[in-house]
T-cell receptor
């Protein structure tokens, strides 16, 4: 298994500003992901964070809006840039530890409110 | 494109009842299926993972079954408790190291 922590747990931000969310895992993992969950919705994958290279973004998400870093196998950051109220969501970090089971684990999430 | 649907969207049961949550998916070519629990405003907790070659998995009061050919999975919760109140999500993975597709979720409330 994997234990994932995220900072901050929640934040209230003003329109036009940026917020960086940190994800720390207690062990080295093969794959890290960032998801968004808008109010009342299921999860949508934003991107796969690749260690040492640019993240792989899903359709509808771009690097300028959601820059991602992954400097090593246990840490990643997601920045939500130039925020608008539509960015108000829970942002979740997720990892796969590899191996035959391919179980995916999720962090506690960051609840973002943009005014 | 894989689509995952969960029925019902919401469910309220009295404590002690056994219940079944349903998950259906349109493309039967899956690698595995995972059930998660999400408490309000929180992250996801992995409950059970079923590989495509398996028919069911059990953990405590939870039992998940998989019928890949018909594109269905069920999560059975025995002797429900108020602490089981949460949203339950199923997610399918089409291949190893590929991304999950999530269902719409079932919001469960267990009343005293």
């Amino acid at each position: 298994s994997a234990v994932i922590s995220q900072k901050p747990s929640r934040d209230i931000c003003q329109r036009g500003t940026s917020l960086t969310i940190q994800c720390q895992v207690d062990s080295q993992v093969t794959m890290m992901f960032w998801y968004r969950q808008q109010p009342g919705q299921s999860l949508t994958l934003i991107a796969t964070a690749n260690q040492g290279s640019e993240a792989t973004y899903e359709s509808g998400f771009v690097i300028d809006k959601f820059p991602i870093s992954r400097p090593n196998l246990t840490f990643s950051t997601l920045t939500v840039s130039n925020m608008s109220p539509e960015d108000s969501s829970i942002y979740l970090c997720s990892v796969m530890t590899g191996g035959a089971l391919d179980t995916q684990y999720f962090g506690p999430g960051t609840r973002l409110t943009v005014l | 494109k894989q689509e995952v649907t969960q029925i019902p969207a919401a469910l309220s049961v009295p404590e002690g009842e056994n219940l079944v949550l349903n998950c259906s998916f349109t493309d039967s070519a899956i690698y595995n299926l995972q059930w998660f629990r999400q408490d309000p405003g929180k992250g996801l907790t992995s409950l059970l993972l079923i590989q495509s070659s398996q028919r069911e998995q059990t953990s405590g009061r939870l039992n998940a079954s998989l019928d890949k050919s018909s594109g269905r999975s069920t999560l059975y919760i025995a002797a429900s408790q108020p602490g089981d109140s949460a949203t339950y999500l199923c997610a399918v993975r089409p291949g190893t190291a590929s991304k999950l597709t999530f269902g719409t979720g079932t919001r469960l409330q267990v009343t005293l």
